[in-house]
């Protein structure tokens, strides 16, 4: 959930930002950032170590990749890809070793309304049975020219497998 939580706010930041700078972008999809982010997670795996859970601290590199795109028709359009490389961790309670891995991808377009649409999947796989944990998201809000919400859909689910 942490990740969850950590990249919303990052996606809202750089879409603030997008937004800023629609004026000044070309008509032609262009990505403005492609960088890696060192990231220190803790995170709270309940199914692990025989249900009494496990603390885990991830640490590596989130990469992430951001086009914004003026259209030329008043349209604005942001793409994100958040993805995590070489983000591992142990446990803080019995030493086992976790890996993470997932995609978390966004688009977002305004002209006269807005559409967004989230997925997010972030799981973080431990050694041995049932101590693995899978964030799953799926966000879409749909706004016409009115104001009015047309379309919403939030399904979020956290996993222990």
Request: net charge negative.
């Amino acid at each position: 959930m942490k990740a969850h939580n950590l990249l919303k706010p990052i996606t809202s930041l750089f879409v603030g930002i997008g937004i800023t700078l629609a004026g000044v972008l070309p008509a032609k999809a262009e990505v403005t950032s492609n960088e890696s982010i060192p990231i220190d997670l803790l995170v709270f795996i309940p199914c692990a170590n025989g249900g009494a859970g496990d603390l885990v601290e991830l640490t590596g590199e989130l990469h992430v990749l951001l086009a914004f795109t003026a259209d030329g028709a008043g349209g604005f359009h942001v793409k994100s890809h958040f993805q995590p490389q070489g983000v591992s961790g142990v446990s803080l309670t019995t030493g086992l070793h976790y890996n993470a891995t997932g995609v978390t991808q966004e688009t977002f377009n305004v002209k006269a309304g807005l559409e967004d649409t989230f997925v997010n999947n972030f799981n973080i796989i431990g050694q041995g049975p049932n101590n693995n944990l899978l964030v799953h998201e799926n966000f879409h809000i749909t706004i016409n020219a009115n104001g009015t919400v047309t379309a919403s859909v939030d399904n979020f689910s956290v996993d222990c497998k």
